[in-house]
């Protein structure tokens, strides 16, 4: 099992940025995908940004496409998202996430993730 520890989360104006860290411990870091998930008042998960277990492969979710940039540093253990041009939707709790294979998953089904971080606070003001 995997540990993950987030930090990073704030209070930004709009149009501000933030970077979040994700540190890893425990098994094997480089062998899964990641991925970032948040998570409003009153709404369910989605799935944000995710990264395949090498970096070769990235997603966004529509709503940060252009804005959001996700990265792993093997070599760290750590996952970050550099957040830029933030909005006040974008105001949530932020989880990292590793997935039980190399690959991620579209969907935030609980069967492909083996560890979440506790998450860490986003809020963004207008």
């Known amino acids: 099992q995997v540990q993950l520890v987030e930090s990073g989360g704030g209070l930004v104006q709009a149009g501000g940025s933030l970077r979040l860290s994700c540190a890893a411990s425990g098994r094997t870091f480089s062998a899964y995908a990641m991925g970032w998930f948040r998570q409003a008042p009153g709404k369910e998960r989605e799935l944000t940004a995710a990264?395949?277990?090498?970096?070769?492969?990235?997603y966004y979710a529509d709503s940060v496409k252009g804005r959001f940039t996700i990265s792993r540093d093997n070599a760290k253990n750590t996952m970050y998202l550099q957040m830029n041009s933030l909005k006040p939707e974008d105001t949530a709790v932020y989880y990292c996430?590793?997935?039980?294979?190399?690959?991620?998953?579209?969907?935030?089904?609980?069967?492909?993730?083996?560890?979440w971080g506790q998450g860490t606070q986003v809020t963004v003001s207008s």
């Open positions: 996430a590793a997935y039980v294979t190399r690959t991620y998953y579209f969907t935030v089904d609980p069967r492909t993730i083996g560890s």
């Open positions: 990264i395949s277990w090498n970096g070769g492969s990235t």
